[in-house]
């Protein structure tokens, strides 16, 4: 069957998409044995097929894997070894995940095929939402998209954001003019390094071109929040811009500025009016998004998973009164699937796995079924339950954990469509950075010693990420004793701050990114509760139905009235004062 279309053809696309959800074993049979077939040779299967390429050795003898089990192997090939170590098509460049994972960031082989994988969905995004949504092909789409840095690897490929490496593509470069890709900003500011001048720009070419807006987005729904946040300061300066018809100083990336004049299109006085009425109007943002771009038919977003946080603020900017539509599933080891209900609500979404793209099996996350035993295919799953995907693709990944939990929600035909539930094991994460338990600890623990200069002690805490206000932060709620039996001595804020940073430094890459240099995490906050208030939560999750014998104080706090039970004991508060050094490595 075919698995590409032409794009202004509906009907022929709409056929490949029915032919995906009407053939799933066989295409999931056909993409193992291809992979298994291409990869048979290299230096990772041939440890454990012997070169057979046969599918039920390969689920027998082939191990489940953790990214830190095949780093060693992907790093030698980013070193200079000759990519067979794990894949016989070339590597033609490294993703760089945001989630964390000891702190460090993944670093995942992409192959053309991956590219390709990429391009295809979003055709199938496009077509989706082109049937779904009224008047989403009027106009042209603020999206609010960045690229970060990238480094070159010791074999000379380049390792970036899968985001980044989609941006500087050939395809995206080279994209078909239909209104999906026509966005208002042009390309040299979707990718200017600098992401301020950027967002800047993004704005400035968003408000000149406010009446032909038809959708606002990013990749991420932080990213929208943030936008919206960034206008709130700078709006003023915008209208004065669009006024005069001249850019900030500040804005000093050339193409960037070159390529934003044309759409400025010299002194607009009678557009900033209208603008600046806008949002002089009211002391509250409530429906910002739907007063400056009225036109707008929906926010294209993901907003499930850490995005769903961003939702209620979404909302009020919006009035509640636009879509909220999260297209897609994806990662930077490869994308997953999109959302064929693109109108759904936002607690509805559900993603259909591409069946095409690369091999899936599912482990069973539910009751004690969680041995590699009972792993199923994507044919097998069982609506209702629970799993997490193991992949294995073209460009040499074998059976890796994914790390994410989904819920089989329904089918569209044969085609299993997923919930997405959470991350497994992340407990805070306000951006793109996503901190597990583990690392909260330890991060906690590097603080401890400069409460012990003082004579304190801690003797309990919990954390929960504050997104109210943009940026978001991390809050660490922290109860104090005194060392000794004289009883607490006095707390010095200098050295609470101290903390605050000492927690910070400690805490991942990507955390001190978003930090230090994108300004999406605000300062780590630690609010002193009162003696007591540790045993006050419990009491409270005892009320609950928990049981006190296996009551554990959850580290991050997700139920608001738990945290109304904190928030009533706060005595002091302490922010970081100082950003975590931030540099970009491997
Ligand atoms: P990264 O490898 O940094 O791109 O992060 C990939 C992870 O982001 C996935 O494994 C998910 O945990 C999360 N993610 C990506 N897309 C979605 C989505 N649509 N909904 C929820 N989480 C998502």
């Known amino acids: 069957m075919s698995t590409s279309f032409d794009l202004g053809d509906e009907e022929a696309g709409m056929k490949v998409l029915e032919d995906l ?86 670093m995942m082989p992409c192959n053309d095929k991956l590219s390709a994988n990429f391009a295809f969905t979003n055709d199938m995004r496009m077509l989706v939402t082109s049937r779904e949504v009224d008047g989403a092909e009027n106009g042209k789409g603020m999206m609010f998209f960045f690229i970060k840095p990238e480094i070159k690897t010791p074999c000379g490929l380049p390792a970036r ?26 390309d040299d500011v979707i990718l200017c390094p600098d992401n301020k001048q950027s967002l800047y720009c993004h704005l400035l070419c968003g408000l000149v071109q406010r009446d032909e807006v038809v959708r606002v987005g990013s990749f991420y729904a932080s990213v929208v929040v943030r936008a919206i946040k960034f206008l709130e300061d700078f709006w003023t300066e915008l209208c004065s811009n669009i006024r005069l018809g001249q850019i900030s100083d500040w804005i000093t990336d050339l193409d960037c500025k070159k390529s934003v004049y044309p759409i400025l299109g010299g002194p607009r006085p009678e557009l900033a009016d209208e603008i600046e009425q806008i949002c002089s109007q009211k002391s509250s943002w409530e429906g910002i998004l739907t007063r400056l771009w009225p036109k707008t038919k929906y926010i294209e977003t993901i907003i499930t998973g850490s995005m769903a946080q961003y939702v209620p603020t979404l909302k009020f900017y919006s009035n509640d009164d636009m879509p909220l539509v999260s297209t897609v599933y994806g990662s930077s080891e490869t994308i997953f699937g999109i959302n064929l209900d693109p109108l759904c609500k936002p607690e509805d979404v559900s993603y259909m796995l591409m069946p095409n793209m690369l091999h899936y099996e599912f482990k069973p996350m539910d009751g004690n079924l969680a041995d590699d035993e009972k792993i199923v295919d994507l044919a097998d799953v069982k609506l209702g339950c629970s799993y997490e995907p193991l992949i294995t693709t073209s460009s040499g990944l074998y059976r890796l954990r994914v790390g994410d939990v989904l819920n089989v929600t329904g089918f569209r035909n044969d085609a299993p469509l997923f919930r997405f539930v959470r991350r497994e094991n992340v407990v805070l994460s306000v951006d793109m950075e996503k901190t597990n338990e583990e690392e909260l600890f330890n991060a906690v623990n590097k603080a401890k010693p400069l409460l012990e200069s003082l004579g304190l002690m801690l003797i309990d805490f919990a954390s929960y990420a504050e997104t109210s206000a943009i940026p978001g932060h991390y809050v660490l709620y922290w109860e104090l004793g005194g060392k000794n039996k004289e009883g607490k001595p006095p707390i010095d804020p200098k050295v609470l701050e101290e903390c605050c940073f000492a927690v910070e430094e400690s805490l991942g890459d990507v955390y001190k990114r978003c930090r ?51 928030e009533k004991r706060v005595v002091a508060r302490f922010f970081s004062k100082k950003c975590p050094s931030y540099e970009l490595r491997l």
Request: hydrophobic share 35%; with cysteine.
């Open 161 to 186: 954001a899968a985001t980044t490496s989609y941006l500087k593509s050939d395809h995206f470069k080279n994209r078909p003019s239909n209104w999906y890709y026509s966005y208002t900003s042009p």
């Open 21 to 106: 959800t009407k053939n799933v074993k066989q295409m999931q049979d056909n993409i193992l044995q291809d992979i298994l077939t291409c990869n048979a040779n290299t230096e990772y299967l041939r440890g454990f097929l012997k070169g057979r390429t046969d599918k039920d050795l390969f689920k027998k003898n082939v191990p489940v894997v953790n990214y830190k089990d095949v780093r060693p192997h992907i790093e030698r090939v980013a070193n200079g070894e000759p990519c067979d170590v794990i894949s016989s098509r070339p590597i033609t460049q490294f993703l760089l995940s945001s989630g964390t994972s000891g702190g460090v960031q993944k």
């Open 516 to 566: 230090s240099k994108d300004r999406s995490a605000g300062a780590l906050e630690i609010r002193v509760v009162l003696n007591g208030a540790f045993d006050s939560l419990m009491d409270f999750f005892v009320s609950q139905g928990a049981s006190i014998g296996q009551y554990k104080t959850p580290r991050c706090i997700k139920c608001a009235k738990a945290l109304e039970v904190m």
